[in-house]
């Protein structure tokens, strides 16, 4: 078992089992030492601030990311092999009187970070959205850096 | 004629005439092997599952993707040097009814792995969205991988 | 004082003091000679089209890519070292029958282009949006490439 899972599985947050994407289109895609991860929708639905609450779509934005790490150990091999989270970009299905869009992405950003240390540290994009596919409550893709291979 | 335009042509999907971008960058911009293809917008207006359909929305995707590669032929030349789809970002313009954003989006990505096979298979992330400049129905944008220059 | 900051004194737009993230993300992060850069919003509250006109909006933009530069400039020392600007994504919080976005998000762009003449032209994209982080009217992040270090 490499180090990242077993650090998920000290957090009590064993990895899922990778979830096919939905159409035509891969869960990842590598150019050189850039992985590009597609976005994943949560599978807790509704709108933020109305539905659901902020913890609860915080708690919904960590397991959308332990569902990318599934779909990249899937075609990488090993979360070992991730060197650094380089960016991140976040939509959240919320309606405008819920204004604190970055405390409900930091539940994908905490959760890398804790995993990966200062090289999990990342640029960041938060943004609200009037519908996700599927009437998700969250949405996340990313882009990490490999070792070299 | 490339060997891509060559297929366009027998798919009856000729490339169209290159649209300038409309304000005040460029339609792509180039970092070593990688060009960054700016956001498009269809022709086609209106929003998903209310002004038009999932079938003419999908349509609209791929009549979009066909202005995006007009635009990289217009900037590189020649659609053959292009080795590899990375990323592609969709928009769509739709209400909280309509929930099959993916399928719409696909409408572009089955034409790219129509025409470069396995090496156009990308990441993506399709997401809803309340208003597209002029209110275009879809918006797409994409990142590819150039042969060496 | 770097050629880009006397440009930027000469323009009567110092450089503002950088502003922390608001949640757990890095301003910048650095992937070999490509910088990422997170999204910022405006101190500019408001829809634009319903709250503020595109005119205010378009200086919304261009605040909000000073504030972007003096997050840069605290990460990497000195924003001479940007050989050239790749891409920005400029999200806009409209309302559908507000539909000149393009020209809004120019305040970015030619702020760029001025300091940066034809190395500051990048790919781009903009989209209109439901509801920003804190109800800002415009958010921009981007990508730019360094001088080797």
Request: include cysteine; charge should be positive.
């Given at each position: 078992m490499s180090?990242?899972?077993?650090?998920l599985e000290e957090m009590g947050l064993p990895?899922?089992?990778?979830?096919?994407?939905?159409?035509?289109?891969?869960?990842?895609?590598?150019c050189g030492n850039?992985?590009?991860?597609s976005g994943r929708v949560s599978e807790a639905?509704?709108?933020?601030g109305f539905d659901i609450d902020e913890e609860q779509a915080k708690l919904a934005a960590?397991?959308?990311?332990?569902?990318l790490l599934a779909i990249v150990k899937l075609d990488i091999g090993n979360l070992d092999k991730i060197?650094?989270?380089?960016?991140?970009q976040g939509f959240v299905n919320s309606n405008s009187s819920f204004k604190t869009l970055p405390q409900v992405i930091d539940g994908a950003s905490d959760l890398l970070i804790?995993?990966?240390?200062?090289?999990?540290?990342?640029?960041?994009?938060?943004?609200?959205?009037?519908?996700?596919?599927?009437?998700?409550?969250?949405q996340i893709s990313m882009v990490v850096e490999l070792e070299n291979s």
């Open positions: 180090r990242i899972e077993k650090l990895l899922p089992l990778p979830k096919a994407p939905v159409a035509n289109y891969q869960g990842t895609k590598r850039v992985l590009y991860v639905q509704g709108v933020v960590r397991d959308t990311m332990l569902d060197v650094s989270i380089i960016s991140m804790s995993l990966y240390g200062e090289s999990g540290k990342h640029a960041r994009t938060a943004t609200g959205i009037a519908q996700l596919p599927y009437g998700a409550c969250i």
